[in-house]
């Protein structure tokens, strides 16, 4: 079969079968097989980068490895296990079962992280950041790859999600400009060296109340470290402590920058404005407007 009549007959097949989920916008039929199809061709990115790049002609071989690759998607295995790549920021990053794949959602605290970042390193020169709750290491990577005057400092309680952030430091040429380590929150830095010597903290803390964990789509459940999406209780858990311990570690002036999930937003605020640490609060909006960024500086 020709390329394009092999492609279509899979894209028909796929538009029948395929389970997208909404918290993935960019995987679509299309990005999917053509994801799929490079990875065949030993070409493997993102459902991103896909968007952009023309396909190959495949081996028979090849065609073997595309089917067998569409089954296990049609399996539920998430698309970013299959390829091992997710795209973030416009940054290809390694992807696997040991940490969540990076969401789309987050580019919003990515963005706002790497404005505010730069903003302080044009005034102060090189400075630290702190990314907790690093997962794969998505958003301390984005920030040092667009941002050249800044150490990064990745901290996760799991080790395994802490070795995929080290590969992706290594797949990316990362090494110098930053260091990952395992531990619960902050505590990795309860050192001199960070204390209030700290530019900028960020997180996208795990903020889905427990009740609501248990009853994710499969793929999700099946596939991604409950650890990174379980909030406690009211979800808040996590989120409560850094408000706490933020501060301690952050320069006069210093931000603190982090993820809440939908409905959270004027609550937390209104904790962190309780709190008494912070000068100024700033909120940013996803395209609903609803508020799923908070920005609070010491
Ligand atoms: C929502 S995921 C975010 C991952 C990544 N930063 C991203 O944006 O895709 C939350 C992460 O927090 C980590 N985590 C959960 N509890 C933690 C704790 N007490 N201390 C440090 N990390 C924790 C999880 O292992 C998970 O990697």
Redesign the pocket.
């Given at each position: 079969m020709n390329k394009s009549k092999l492609y279509k007959s899979i894209s028909d097949d796929l538009n029948s079968k395929l389970h997208l989920l909404e918290d993935k916008p960019e995987e679509t039929v299309d990005t999917t097989l053509k994801a799929l199809w490079l990875t065949a061709a030993g070409l493997p990115v993102s459902a991103h980068r896909s968007k952009n790049l023309s396909i190959p002609d495949l081996s028979d071989k090849q065609v073997e490895t595309l089917y067998k690759l569409i089954n296990l998607r049609l399996n539920n295995t998430p698309l970013a296990h299959i390829t091992k790549r997710q795209n973030f920021m416009g940054i290809e990053l390694l992807s696997d079962k040991r940490?969540?794949i990076?969401?789309k959602e987050?580019e919003i605290l990515g963005k706002k992280a790497l404005e505010i970042s730069k903003k302080i390193s044009s005034e102060k020169g090189n400075i630290k950041v702190i990314?907790?709750?690093?997962?794969?290491g998505?958003?301390g990577v984005a920030i040092a790859t667009y941002n050249a005057d800044c150490t990064v400092y990745s901290?996760?309680?799991?080790h395994e999600?802490v070795e995929l952030t080290r590969d992706n430091i290594n797949f990316l040429n990362l090494n110098k400009r930053i260091h990952a380590k395992q531990?619960?929150?902050l505590s990795v830095f309860e050192t001199d060296e960070f204390y209030e010597k700290t530019d900028l903290i960020i997180c996208?803390?795990?903020y889905i109340t427990s009740s609501k964990v248990q009853k994710m789509d499969s793929e999700i459940a099946s596939n991604e470290?409950v650890?990174?999406?379980d909030g406690g209780m009211l979800g808040i858990k996590?989120i409560q402590k850094l408000v706490h311990e933020a501060p301690r570690f952050l320069k006069e002036n210093g931000w603190l920058v982090f993820e809440v999930g939908s409905g959270q937003g004027q609550f937390i605020v209104q904790l962190c404005e309780r709190s008494g640490a912070f000068s100024e609060i700033e909120t940013d909006p996803d395209d609903s407007g609803i508020i799923r960024v908070i920005s609070a500086r010491k």
């Open positions: 940490a969540l990076p969401r987050t990314d907790v709750c690093c997962g794969c998505n958003l901290t996760d309680l799991s999600a531990g619960d929150l996208n803390p795990p470290p650890l990174a999406f996590i």
